[in-house]
């Protein structure tokens, strides 16, 4: 994980519009090598959407998210290099087996295609064989937990991963999250579940809810 | 025929030349009126919201 | 380049893995076309006649029902999402899409035309142009049919909706596919409306993944 | 700035003082036009009165395609500057073209069964502005296909792009296919050339037409804000 020390991952005075709902104005964040940021606050508080705002799936309607200083909408495609997302869903074919799937996404990422190790890491190693119509949300979950494992990215965006994970399945997460830190990745989660992750800032978004709404802001 | 006759019987072409120009206005004046009502519509639920705000506002007022 | 054949052979394997699917558009594709001799009764002179546009016609539609499916399934299980932010761009992801979809629906309905044009009665000078008219044709749809595909995502009734927004825009190659093969069975030469086809076909190419990927990033905001 | 709160107070300033002039404007141009389209010109010596119907059919179909146009450039400004009035503007222009295209296809027909004996003519024109009229249900149908009024204006933006790149094209085919199947060229609607007392009123129905096009805009663009206002309050209470 070559990443140049300091280079940080920062968000400045971001405003965020959903549909014609001002999410969050004047949002700021930093991560930086070996950091972990909790995302917290209430449901539609636009944690979600900061996630998918570092991710370059949604563009701030103010404000610029940058990594080493510049904006990654200038090259997303290297912005995406250098990052997983977990969403809600799991992508996860019914007619392809779990091998199948997890190798599919690490060769489209950086990664080579060999599973075996990454499915270990989520103890879903079983589940190799198995096609994707026969796994519950749990093991569903761990499949695709596993792309984190299968090919390297520096930067990890987990939208509340540990729904659907049983006590097993969350402490692995945790150990390949801490793995991760200590080889200088950053992560950040939303997530409503205490997580043990010591050493980690919260970023509370319920304080940048409170903005005027967009139609009415007139002089 | 007098000339009012004549001037509705078109040179025989009256059945086309006036439903073109009666259709014309009759789509013109419907889509203004729907516009009109488009409006008005609006404006009468935004005024309706803004007198419960106020109402709220006054409740709120009373009971502080 | 490598990752966009990655995603093509993922789609090819899934299509091939639900074999059914791919089959629906080239079934409705000859049952579109034997309605027409039940329709229009079985004489040989009026089917020959009509053969053409008939097929394109029910090329067309075929390849239109099955373009629903090229985005939706993945939009619905969040592949759609890790697709947009893998690293290959946004615009080879669609091309690599397409290419796949084209291959398991619109090879196969120029597999199947001969077959139907022999059914109508078609005179045989037309066979070799309507393959290639079909050929240059199919590509061009699926690469249209995408943009709207990819514009209904998230829509209610996006079924209807998308036949709405790309029939129109298939015109074109309508035109110019029945003009080929007319052209071929009179004796004329079919060749300017076979540039014209594959004009068409580049420009698709040239456009409608940019508009595609566009369309995929808004519905994904 | 952030357009995206681009206050529309000001527009709503701008369009009040320009309504009165815009209503007014129209009215007196489509009277002037109607008298002379009816009254004040002579009637065609082949068509005989029927020739009256152009000064209705014509600037219908200019219209038709001035407003898919206006509504194409619109949706790039929309697209591109992501400016909330271009995409209210958008979606305003849209049934307003579709009835000039509606009444372009309507006159047509009627224009065409005492001229060429049938009611509808696959004539390259016609067919053309057909076609035009299922872009603008296309385009209708797909704004308002979505629970979410942005999402549904940025995708119809992509949609009136595409289509306004492919009107050329489906008009260029449209005429070819015309040519191959109709080889005698049909009675050119409007002649070569326009008898100059025949273009005045045309040109005036044209211009009373397009002023008639900015006063719906206007009102129809008051209401989306309006409407937009009402969904902000609504949503508010909602999220509190």
């Given at each position: ?40 606050g ?41 990052l ?46 198995v ?69 980690a ?16 802001a007139?002089? | ?42 404006e ?21 | ?65 099955s ?63 309507l ?91 | ?8 107070t ?12 815009t ?11 109607l ?13 005989g009165?029927?020739v ?13 395609l001035?407003?898919y146009?206006?509504?194409a450039?619109?949706?790039a ?32 027909s ?16 016609l ?9 603008y ?7 308002n ?6 999402r ?39 002649g ?33 804000i ?8 609504r ?6």
């Amino acid at each position: 994980m070559a990443l140049a020390p300091g280079t940080l991952f920062t968000g400045h005075d971001l405003t965020c519009i959903r549909g014609e709902r001002l999410v969050f104005a004047g949002l700021d964040f930093a991560i930086g090598a070996g950091d972990a940021v909790l995302l917290v606050g209430a449901n539609g508080s636009g944690k979600s959407s900061l996630l998918r705002l570092m991710a370059g799936l949604l563009r701030p309607a103010g404000g610029a998210v940058r990594w080493g200083g510049e904006s990654i909408a200038i090259d997303p495609e290297a912005h995406n290099a250098r990052l997983h997302y977990v969403g809600h869903l799991d992508p996860v074919k019914a007619a392809l087996t779990v091998a199948e799937n997890l190798a599919f996404w690490a060769r489209l990422g950086n990664g080579s295609g060999v599973v075996t190790e990454a499915l270990k890491t989520f103890d879903s190693a079983s589940l190799s064989d198995v096609p994707g119509r026969f796994l519950s949300a749990g093991q569903k979950r761990r499949a695709n937990l596993a792309r984190l494992a299968a090919s390297e990215a520096t930067l990890w965006l987990l939208d509340e991963p540990t729904t659907a994970l049983d006590a097993a399945a969350t402490s692995c997460l945790m150990k390949a999250i801490a793995r991760h830190r200590a080889g200088g990745g950053m992560v950040a989660i939303s997530t409503h579940v205490e997580l043990a992750l010591d050493g980690a800032r919260r970023l509370d978004l319920d304080t940048f809810a409170r903005q005027p709404d967009p139609v009415e802001a007139a002089p | 025929m007098d000339p009012i006759t004549s001037f509705f019987h078109m040179g025989g072409y009256g059945a086309y030349v006036w439903p073109s120009f009666v259709i014309t206005l009759v789509v013109l004046g419907a889509l203004f009126a729907n516009s009109l009502s488009f409006l008005r519509a609006g404006e009468t639920a935004l005024k309706e919201l803004q007198d419960e705000d106020v109402a709220t506002e006054d409740e709120a007022s009373d009971e502080a | 380049m490598r990752r966009a054949f990655e995603i093509m052979r993922r789609d090819l394997r899934l299509a091939l893995r639900q074999g059914v699917d791919s089959l629906m558009a080239v079934v409705f594709f000859v049952l579109a076309v034997v309605l027409f001799p039940l329709g229009v009764g079985p004489e040989a002179n009026i089917l020959a006649r009509i053969a053409a546009g008939v097929i394109w016609v029910a090329a067309l539609l075929a390849s239109m029902l099955s373009l629903e499916r090229l985005f939706q399934t993945d939009y619905d299980d969040g592949s759609l999402e890790l697709l947009a932010l893998s690293p290959v761009a946004l615009e080879l992801v669609v091309l690599a899409k397409v290419v796949a979809h084209w291959l398991t629906t619109g090879v196969p309905l120029i597999v199947a035309a001969p077959v139907l044009a022999v059914l109508l009665d078609m005179d045989a000078q037309g066979f070799v142009v309507l393959i290639v008219a079909l050929g240059l044709g199919t590509p061009t749809m699926s690469l249209i049919g995408s943009v709207g595909a990819a514009l209904i995502l998230g829509a209610r009734r996006g079924g209807v909706l998308l036949s709405l927004l790309v029939l129109p825009l298939f015109i074109p190659v309508l035109i110019f596919g029945v003009a080929a093969v007319d052209a071929a069975i009179g004796g004329f030469a079919a060749r300017p409306h076979l540039m014209i086809l594959s004009g068409l076909l580049i420009g698709a190419v040239a456009l409608c993944p940019w508009a595609s990927a566009a369309s995929l990033r808004q519905s994904l905001e | 700035m952030l357009h995206r709160f681009a206050n529309p107070t000001r527009f709503l300033r701008l369009s009040a003082a320009l309504l009165p002039w815009t209503a007014g404007l129209t009215l007196i141009l489509l009277i002037a036009g109607l008298f002379l389209a009816l009254f004040g010109s002579p009637a065609d010596y082949q068509q005989g009165e029927t020739v009256r119907i152009m000064y209705v059919h014509v600037p219908a179909a200019w219209m038709a395609l001035f407003c898919y146009s206006c509504m194409a450039g619109a949706s790039a400004v929309g697209l591109i500057w992501k400016h909330p009035l271009a995409d209210m503007a958008a979606k305003a222009t849209a049934p307003i073209g579709t009835c000039f295209t509606f009444l372009a296809l309507v006159t047509g027909s009627l224009w065409g069964k005492p001229m060429w004996g049938a009611w509808w003519v696959w004539d390259a024109r016609l067919t053309s502005v057909l076609i035009l009229f299922f872009l603008y249900l296309g385009y209708m149908a797909l704004h308002n296909a979505f629970d979410d009024p942005t999402r549904g204006a940025r995708s119809a933006a992509i949609l009136a792009l595409v289509g306004f790149v492919n009107v050329p094209i489906i008009k260029f085919s449209v005429d070819w296919w015309n040519t191959l199947h109709q080889p005698s060229s049909v009675v050119k609607a409007g002649g070569p050339a326009i008898h100059p007392s025949m273009l005045t009123p045309l040109l005036l129905m044209g211009l009373a037409f397009t002023t008639y096009y900015l006063w719906v805009l206007l009102l129809r663009l008051r209401a989306e804000i309006v409407a937009g206002k009402v969904r902000a309050v609504r949503l508010r209470r909602a999220h509190g």
